[in-house]
């Protein structure tokens, strides 16, 4: 497609279930972003691939947490065992790696997650 | 390590008048700095970036951002501003070939009549 689409854009699940929520980037970005952004907050941070890695995963909370990137292209971030406070807009970004990093990021419209 | 700090979390401006959005950074290396918007409900967008190349950037819808080195500071401008402007603004650092990339907390603009 023309852009990052990410499925489902809205997810309600009930506490201690387990989610999936997916990342189609736009083809031929290498760089993979996943965020974070609650209700009145900035995007945080969660993991980024570069490729089939995870080149730094260093934003996710917790080890409730865990994303894969399998082939380079589609990205599944994984929430096992879910709680209320999970409860966010979780955006998808890619970009085209330069070598001087300066890629803009194109975002999805964002899956929202309410864990109730 | 780097960091972005937006000063102010809400600006309101009237209709017609200029738009201040501030930011500050903090780099160790030569940034890259992008500013996006995000409209309520709306996906994110970009607005305009900075990469090292001219140091007053223009970007869509009539905004721009001066560079400045010395004040660590990526301010966002706009001579005036129009209701359609009214939206959550972020400025953002991105640096080294690693590309890992630093929201700030946002600024919400509102725009009266």
């Known amino acids: 497609g023309a852009g990052v689409s990410q499925t489902p854009s809205n997810k309600v699940t009930e506490k201690g279930k387990y989610v999936e929520l997916r990342c189609d980037p736009i083809s031929g970005h290498t760089a993979l972003y996943w965020y974070r952004q609650s209700l009145g907050q900035g995007p945080e941070f969660l993991i980024y691939?570069?490729?089939?890695?995870?080149?730094?995963d260093s934003g996710l909370p917790n080890d409730r947490f865990f994303a894969v990137r399998p082939e380079g292209s589609v990205s599944t971030l994984k929430i096992q065992r879910t709680e209320r406070g999970d409860s966010a807009v979780y955006l998808c970004?890619?970009?085209?790696?330069?070598?001087?990093?300066?890629?803009?990021?194109?975002f999805g419209e964002g899956s929202r997650l309410t864990v109730l | 390590a780097q960091s972005v700090t937006q000063l102010d979390s809400h600006v309101s401006v009237s209709e017609g008048t200029p738009v201040l959005l501030r930011c500050n950074y903090s780099s160790s290396y030569s940034p890259s700095l992008f500013w996006y918007v995000q409209h309520p409900n709306k996906g994110l967008q970009l607005l305009l970036k900075?990469?090292?190349?001219?140091?007053l950037v223009k970007g869509i819808n009539g905004f721009e951002a001066e560079f400045k080195k010395s004040e660590t500071s990526f301010h966002l401008t706009k001579p005036s501003a129009h209701m359609s402007d009214a939206a959550e603004y972020f400025c953002v650092v991105s640096e080294g070939g690693y590309q890992k990339v630093t929201f700030g907390t946002g600024t919400k603009l509102q725009v009266i009549p």
């Open positions: 970004a890619s970009s085209l790696t330069s070598s001087r990093g300066t890629g803009e990021l194109f």
């Open positions: 691939f570069q490729g089939t890695g995870a080149a730094d």
């Open positions: 900075y990469t090292s190349a001219a140091t």
